[in-house]
């Protein structure tokens, strides 16, 4: 990260003062935690060590303080080049040098250096070399002058007639009103405000588009579209289905005469027809600017408002439905079998122990086209029982169902076997088994194996297994090929980092994509700690990560803390406490009548302890209370119990879902319009938002998040189409066949055929049930297409 001073002036004050104002904290936290961040902490780092610098500002605020600190650092950098480009043309005076002082954003910014951008030459810039300039001010300031009677007197070598002379002065009015950066920014924010976006299906496109059907003619203020809407309309233009229009004026705004618009730029430069000889003339002249440049201009930047809001929308949803599955249960230190389900290919069988390390592999073929049903149950039992299995994790893909009930048969012939089975997500264990590091870490197996390996592990710790591959490819986003590559690895990576650290990360037996992940660990330096462990055995004790190769004072500040080492020399090296706290401890210990180890796991008399009695210089009261609650249960794990969903016997397929059926379910995708659930039959159902409770739900994931088993009722099923509509308020009603459908909702409704307008009429209320064809409804109020990236079926 840049240096930037956080004190560039400005009458908006310091980067750090705009910081702490945002956040609502002190501008001595932001300086702080900025001048940590610039020293090369990280930001779990900060959130758990240095509370008393921060004043333990958490790790969400410190993401967003490093958000912000990145973009009013660009901001300034960006501020520094405009200044310097307009002082070399010799037009910065000190009112312009104040406005872009002032500016509070790089669109602020831009309109202030819009006129002073270098550019190609342009009419107006060719019509000032024509000496037409005076000619257009004139006219501007008394619109009592005759437009062509006027223009006759600078007709000559340059200008052939008083209509050229006309056409100049023109362009150079119409430049100097799109480029009014007051008057631009107050337009932006009128249209933003009263605007729409509009979308109608190209000709001969309606077949090719059909999974856009829902904006083959649509309409919606720009203020009321969700990101998957404008991420799906953006995508049918892409695709070239849909042709879109930002309408600047609301629905039947239409009026005949000048636009409000027009209106605004006129009353901007003092234009206004009253019969003059130049009112018409300038009229005009503010008609051409306001459809030739300053609409496209605005558009433009709409266009990005709209894209930027939503990608910000759709990778806050990828990044929240990461951090729940990367914290989800883990079954723990249970000896596992992994099952790839698959059919002409077989099922990939791996066995892992306790620890994650493969024993045993195999591939069975118990269903079509060769049905050794028989022979694999035997193949089966024999390696549960040779290798003491506990936990069957069958992955999620093709032929899921017939594996799971293969392993429901195996539990019930063999009840000696203490087994229990759970389906898991199989996205991304592809992309593994590919993955050069599982070359590395699995070279003996053929890569169709390892996906099997994969599927085990990622029951046993769903940590631990998902470092290993791209978070883009584990499927929890919406939209996500259509955001921008950078802020979604950014945030992504951020999830990875916080989750790591958060669980905290056993140092003899973490694999190089996880150590990556911890605090101050490198890539380089997670392959030395391997390598340093494959050499000389396990780590003992913290200090001796030192001796790692190029793991220096710095790094072992960081790292410390988040790296356990159970059953070592020293009990404080399997808890949170960093090494630098040692020594308090033992003053605490001492101060209870004991040694250290006596006191960790002592609940009864760590309660008696008083933070500020051991609080000093170095560590106050928020630390030594950490400290403390770490003492009761060192190393504890923050993510919830292991449990597992039971799916119904008899529905294996969605044509045995009927209205009303009660099931349970594991949510596998949350979005903004609703969550996902899989109910064991090859399609995930959705429980669109409005039936998710009875009070009003803000937030999907207020309600349920990825990896939680949940009980749902059945609204209703299409075959056809592969939907299935959810919901989690179990006494609703199921709508009877043929019911009246709800419309469409929010935003405007435009009629297929026609092409007239209607105002949309009143929303259901999210505290009703969907009425009508409840998931045909939810989906459509969604606006849901299929050209996103949720679940549709097992790959």
């Known amino acids: 990260m840049t240096t930037t001073s956080i004190g560039t002036p400005g009458t908006a004050g310091s980067i750090g003062q705009r910081i702490a104002d945002e956040l609502g904290v002190r501008v001595s936290q932001v300086d702080a935690a900025v001048g940590l961040l610039d020293g090369g902490a990280t930001v779990p780092f900060i959130a758990r060590y240095r509370k008393e610098a921060t004043g333990a500002l958490d790790d969400a605020q410190l993401r967003t303080l490093e958000e912000r600190l990145r973009y009013l650092r660009e901001l300034e950098e960006r501020r520094t080049a405009v200044l310097e480009s307009v002082e070399a043309q010799g037009k910065l005076d000190d009112e312009l040098r104040a406005r872009i002082l002032a500016a509070d954003s790089k669109a602020r910014l831009e309109d ?17 070399e024509a000496g037409l300039e005076p000619l257009a001010d004139r006219l501007l300031a008394d619109p009592g002058l005759d437009p062509a009677g006027t223009a006759a007197g600078y007709v000559g070598e340059a200008v052939a007639d008083p209509a050229a002379a006309l056409e100049g002065a023109r362009a150079i009015l119409v430049e100097r009103f799109a480029e009014d950066a007051d008057l631009i920014g107050t337009l932006r924010e009128r249209m933003w405000t009263q605007g729409r976006l509009t979308s109608r299906v190209r000709e001969g496109k309606e077949e090719a588009g059909a999974k856009f059907a829902d904006y083959f003619d649509f309409a919606e203020p720009f203020e009321k579209l969700p990101s998957h809407r404008v991420l799906a309309m953006f995508r049918g233009e892409k695709e070239e289905v849909l042709d879109l229009t930002l309408d600047p004026e609301p629905a039947g705004a239409e009026t005949a005469g000048p636009s409000g618009y027009e209106r605004a730029v006129a009353a901007r430069f003092g234009i206004a027809d009253r019969g003059r000889p130049a009112d018409a003339w ?18 433009i930047d709409l266009r990005t408002r709209l894209r930027t809001a939503a990608e910000d929308e759709a990778v806050r949803v990828f990044a929240a439905n990461l951090r729940d599955l990367l914290l989800a249960a883990p079954a723990g230190a249970r000896a596992t079998m992994g099952l790839d389900p698959g059919y ?25 086209p060769r049905r050794r049903w028989d022979e694999s149950l035997a193949t089966l039992a024999e390696l549960c029982a040779a290798h003491r299995v506990e936990l069957i994790a069958i992955g999620n893909g093709t032929a899921s169902r017939e594996t799971d009930k293969l392993a429901a048969e195996l539990i019930k012939r063999h009840p000696e076997l203490p087994l229990t089975k759970v389906v898991v997500s199989e996205a991304g264990a592809s992309v593994y ?3 050069a590091y599982a070359s590395q870490e699995l070279p003996e197996l053929d890569v169709s194996l390892r996906g099997a390996v994969s599927i085990a592990r990622r029951l046993q710790d769903p940590l631990a297994e998902l470092v290993k591959i791209d978070p883009k490819s584990i499927g929890v986003g919406q939209y996500q090929h259509d955001l921008s590559e950078t802020k979604l690895s950014r945030s992504l990576d951020a999830v990875v980092e916080d989750c790591v650290n958060g669980v905290g990360v056993d140092l003899n037996t973490a694999s190089a994509p996880l150590l990556r992940r911890v605090s ?47 059953g070592g020399d020293d009990p404080l090296d399997a808890s949170a406490v960093h090494p630098e706290a040692y020594p308090l401890v033992r003053r605490i210990a001492a101060a209870a009548g004991g040694d250290v180890k006596a006191l960790i796991g002592d609940t009864a008399t760590l309660r008696t302890l008083r933070p500020a009695d051991f609080a000093d210089d170095t560590f106050g009261v928020p630390t030594v209370s950490d400290i403390l609650r770490e003492l009761e249960k060192p190393g504890r794990d923050p993510r919830p119990a292991f449990r597992t969903a039971t799916y119904k016997e008899g529905v294996e397929e969605i044509k045995d879902l009927t209205p009303g059926m009660l099931l349970e379910g594991t949510v596998t995708n949350v979005a903004a319009f609703g969550a996902f659930v899989d109910v064991g039959v090859h ?34 099923v299409d075959i056809a189409r592969k939907r299935i509509g959810l919901t989690l308020r179990l006494d609703d009603d199921v709508p009877a066949a043929g ?14 055929g026609g092409g007239g307008r209607r105002p949309a009429p009143p929303r259901q209320s999210r505290t009703e049930p969907p009425a009508g064809g409840a998931l045909a409804d939810a989906l459509r109020r969604a606006g849901l297409v299929g050209g996103d990236d949720r679940p549709r079926g097992r790959r």
Not at 293 to 298: E, F, P
Not at 528 to 548: C, E, S, Y
């Open 520 to 566: 101050g660990i490198t890539a380089t330096l997670a392959d030395n700690i391997v390598a340093h462990r494959d050499a000389n055995g396990p780590f003992r004790t913290r200090r001796q990560l030192k001796d790692v190769a190029r793991l220096g004072p710095k790094a072992f500040e960081q790292c410390a803390g988040f790296l356990r080492i159970p």
């Open 739 to 752: 019911a009246p459908r709800e419309p469409r909702g929010r935003g405007e409704q435009r009629g297929k």
């Open 344 to 368: 002409r290919t077989g099922v990939k069988v791996a066995v892992t122990d306790p620890t994650g390390k493969v024993v045993a592999t195999e591939t069975i073929h118990p269903h079509v």
């Open 112 to 128: 202030i250096y819009l006129p002073f951008k270098p550019k190609r030459r342009t009419k107006a810039q060719i019509a000032r």
């Open 683 to 716: 399609q995930d159902g959705l429980v669109h938002v409005s039936a998710m409770s009875k009070s009003f739900v803000k937030d999907p994931r207020d309600v349920v998040k990825p990896g939680d088993v949940v009980r749902v009722k059945v609204l209703e």
């Open 433 to 435: 088994s590919a993955s």
């Open 282 to 299: 300038l009229t005009e002249t503010v008609r051409w600017a306001w459809r030739t440049r300053i609409l496209v201009h605005l558009g």
